[in-house]
């Protein structure tokens, strides 16, 4: 119990009068399971095409939220879990969504802690999920079981929806709400604290080019291989190509000095890796980085392809991977897009994020590197995808070569009002129980806020500390697991236990 009390006070201290005994009930007898649960929840490996992981992971839900006390019923690629309303009126009470997902991103290498394991130590959880987006999951259904348990009478219904595929296909909302109505409005518990009023656009822009090279005699060896990132949203914490020569080692050991007295950007690591023997000489040319979210955390980020492309600046011969390596250097000569010429800021949206994420294989031997572009209000869709096939075009023509451009441009932006009704009882709901006052944020990162009608994105990631999900060792602090619960009670006894608002949006 002790080392609860923090937590007690603090809720005695800052919460609001109704609020007060949810957040007793959290303290006192609920969050001893917060850790636990979580690393159950962290040891399913759900990531894209693991059908096996989400069922298990969705078999364990029903268990654990029927023990709750919730309802729970099985909506294909959403599970909804539901607190009903309890006051006057109930069977026609509105609902209150909160929104989450099980699934997570691939984990890659580098970690320190099994990432499928649920590692406590040094007072945080980590593992994959841990914070994107399976701590938020546990800590929703702790903060209903507190308000069922504790809270006054329910206006309204909650209904928790844990989607499979927000992390690959992006499919799961779009065949929920087929059949299903959504929520009279919603809190995404997949960004910051204290509000999202704004996302930016999730685009990818591709450029394509052969996968051969043409050895010289400056030059004498071949691209075998070249492989860098894992997905689009991650910032590549590895980088590799493979060289092969038959001209003889001497070429490739003066090549292997040459990388040697190079910097490598700050951050990263090179590797080389000489194979002499036999008639095909190899150097594998490898650096590595640091993983990060590529919208929430992009400078947090040591990005191991941009750090690769400009070490081998003029080591490479003519052919299409040298071609993608230059490009690679012109779109990472910062992370706002200076290089790609989207240099106008808004001064409410910032400017664009852009991380030189991937090359990997494409068709017919061919060679593809995707940019991951988050873009602001001031271009997006149609106009910024022809700006960019502008840019490539213009490279390709400099260098006499080709380069086919390509990608994905379909998402906007979303936006709500800062003086809005909702808003507003957000920003009361966090400061009562942080006791800091704190404006609203715009973010890097798409949610399912862009998917569900009448969503904003709420939580569960404390400002001012870098966001670890898609990171290597993706861990959370246990006090902000248990801090972010908090925040939750205040707002769903506000919002779920009053009366309905008519016009969240608006002021």
């Not at 599970?79 to 026609?92: C, I, K, R, T, Y």
Request: charged share 20%.
């Amino acid at each position: 119990m002790k080392r609860f009390l923090p937590l007690l006070v603090s809720a005695f201290l800052l919460a609001g009068a109704p609020a007060r005994p949810v957040h007793v009930r959290y303290d006192r007898t609920l969050a001893p399971r917060m850790v636990p649960l979580l690393v159950q929840a962290i040891r399913f490996p759900t990531v894209a095409g693991n059908a096996k992981a989400w069922a298990d992971q969705k078999a364990w839900l029903e268990h654990l939220a029927q023990g709750l006390g919730f309802t729970v019923r099985d909506a294909g690629k959403v599970l909804e879990v539901d607190l009903p309303a309890s006051g006057p009126g109930a069977a026609e009470a509105p609902a209150l969504g909160l929104l989450v997902h099980g699934d997570v991103q691939p984990p890659g290498d580098h970690w320190t802690a099994p990432p499928f394991e649920g590692t406590v130590r040094k007072g945080r959880v980590f593992g994959r999920g841990a914070a994107d987006d399976k701590g938020p999951m546990v800590q929703a259904l702790l903060a209903m079981k507190a308000l069922k348990e504790a809270g006054p009478a329910r206006t309204h219904t909650l209904r928790l929806l844990v989607g499979s595929d927000e992390e690959s296909g992006s499919t799961d909302i779009t065949d929920y709400l087929k059949t299903n109505p959504p929520p009279a409005f919603s809190l995404v518990l997949d960004s910051g604290f204290p509000v999202v009023v704004g996302e930016k656009s999730w685009n990818a822009l591709t450029v394509e080019a052969a996968g051969s090279s043409s050895p010289t005699a400056e030059r004498p060896w071949s691209v075998e291989a070249l492989d860098a990132g894992l997905a689009p949203s991650i910032v590549p914490d590895h980088a590799s190509v493979r060289l092969v020569s038959t001209a003889g080692k001497a070429s490739l050991l003066a090549l292997k000095a040459r990388l040697e007295q190079k910097r490598i950007d700050p951050g990263c690591r090179l590797h080389l890796e000489l194979a002499l023997a036999g008639d095909a000489k190899a150097l594998v040319v490898t650096v590595t980085g640091k993983a990060a979210h590529g919208g929430l955390n992009l400078e947090g980020g040591r990005n191991a392809l941009v750090a690769l492309a400009r070490l081998l600046e003029g080591e490479l011969p003519p052919g299409g991977p040298d071609d993608l390596l230059a490009f690679a250097r012109l779109a990472g000569r910062d992370l706002t897009g200076t290089g790609l010429g989207l240099t106008e800021a808004d001064p409410l949206w910032g400017r664009f994020a852009v991380n030189v994420a991937m090359v990997k294989p494409g068709k017919e031997g061919r060679l593809v590197l995707t940019i991951n572009l988050r873009a602001t209000p001031r271009l997006q869709g149609a106009a910024l995808e022809t700006a960019l096939r502008e840019v490539v075009a213009r490279f390709a023509a400099e260098r006499h070569t080709t380069l086919t451009a390509g990608g994905f441009f379909g998402d906007s932006v979303l936006a709500f009002d800062p003086e809005g009704a909702l808003v507003r009882r957000l920003l009361g709901a966090y400061a009562r129980a942080t006791g800091t006052k704190a404006g609203p944020v715009i973010s890097g990162g798409g949610t399912y806020a862009k998917r569900l009608p009448r969503a904003i994105a709420f939580g569960m990631w404390f400002p001012g500390k870098p966001y670890p999900g898609h990171d290597v060792d993706e861990q959370i602090p246990i006090a902000d697991l248990h801090r972010g619960v908090h925040v939750l009670i205040e707002a769903l006894v506000d919002l779920a236990c009053g009366a309905p608002l008519k016009e969240p949006f608006q002021k």
